[in-house]
């Protein structure tokens, strides 16, 4: 069994930028962000595979930035350039997912609780 915590959530301004942290206690090969805003399904955000290319969401591009640690067993995502659409309960998900799938939640096996990110002036 693994377990996520995660760290970096909080409040901030239209333009600005937050760290998320995501440290898991064993080893999967896909580890990724998901987001929840109220009312609405959970969303792919970005995904780093094991030693791999990252993978992001359209609204994420050029914006966000997934990294990883694996030493650590540690991934970060660095959002840059927020937006009031942006605020959401981030979740953190790991699993050994296949690369045609790394986009859907069902296939991520370990959640973190998630973090709260509100962007507002």
């Known amino acids: 069994q693994v377990q996520l915590v995660e760290s970096g959530g909080g409040l901030v301004q239209p333009g600005g930028s937050l760290r998320l942290s995501c440290t898991a206690t064993?080893?999967?090969?896909?580890m990724g962000w998901f987001r929840q805003a109220p009312g609405k399904e959970r969303e792919f955000v970005a995904t780093i595979r094991w030693s791999s290319n990252p993978y992001y969401a359209d609204s994420a591009k050029g914006r966000f930035t997934i990294s990883r640690d694996n030493a650590k067993n540690t991934v970060y995502l660095q959002m840059n350039s927020l937006k009031p659409e942006d605020t959401a309960v981030y979740y953190c998900a790991a699993g050994n997912v296949i690369l045609s799938e790394v986009t859907n939640a069902r296939t991520y096996n370990y959640w973190g609780q998630g973090t709260q990110v509100t962007v507002s002036s």
């Open positions: 064993g080893r999967a090969s896909t």
